[in-house]
């Protein structure tokens, strides 16, 4: 005769997870899914904007992906690329990055100077894209004002956002590094 403990442990594990304030998924209460790096907002290599099957590219703010769009278009007419190096990325992927840069570059205070905290990222709201290869990064640093993309920081020549405005006024001064955002602070 089997034991029924193993399963009995496993609904008390579940009953306790599901009390502990975890959120609702549809798996059941208090059950969140294990997301794949895919899932989180890692990007395979070679992804475009036209790759709507990636979460990075597929959560990206509609407006800011359709500007990305026309600039692809437009670069790939004078036969440059514009890959999608990062864009939306989990509350997760970027706590995980962020604790990466504390360790690389040995405080916290450095490493906001290249990663901002889940609660301030534009990526994690879908607003900002890094894009590649350099030649990529270059056209849309010369061109990106013509379709509201905007590089945002000195120090990333690959982070754009989206400025409409700069369509008719041009993209606005960049900041040194994010730890001159306002945006940014708290």
């Not at 997301?35 to 959560?59: F, K, N």
């Not at 437009?74 to 939306?88: F, Q, T």
């Not at 916290?108 to 894209?129: I, M």
């Amino acid at each position: 005769m089997r034991s029924t403990a193993p399963a009995v442990a496993l609904l008390a594990l579940a009953v306790v997870l599901a009390g502990c304030g975890a959120e609702e998924s549809a798996l059941g209460p208090g059950i969140r899914p294990v997301l794949s790096p895919i899932d989180q907002g890692e990007v395979p290599d070679g992804t475009t904007v036209y790759d709507t099957d990636v979460p990075a590219v597929a959560r990206l703010d509609g407006d800011l992906r359709a500007a990305l769009t026309a600039a692809s278009d437009r670069a790939a007419d004078e036969d440059v690329i514009l890959l999608v190096n990062s864009g939306w990325r989990s509350p997760e992927l970027q706590e995980r990055l962020l604790r990466d840069a504390v360790t690389t570059y040995g405080s916290r205070e450095e490493a906001a100077r290249w990663v901002a905290t889940p609660e301030t990222s534009a990526h994690v709201s879908g607003d900002a894209v890094d894009v590649g290869p350099f030649d990529g990064a270059y056209w849309l640093d010369l061109h990106g004002a013509e379709f509201g993309l905007c590089r945002i920081y000195v120090n990333e020549p690959w982070h754009f956002e989206l400025r409409p405005e700069a369509r008719s006024a041009g993209c606005p001064q960049q900041y040194l590094d994010p730890t001159e955002d306002p945006r940014l602070a708290g």
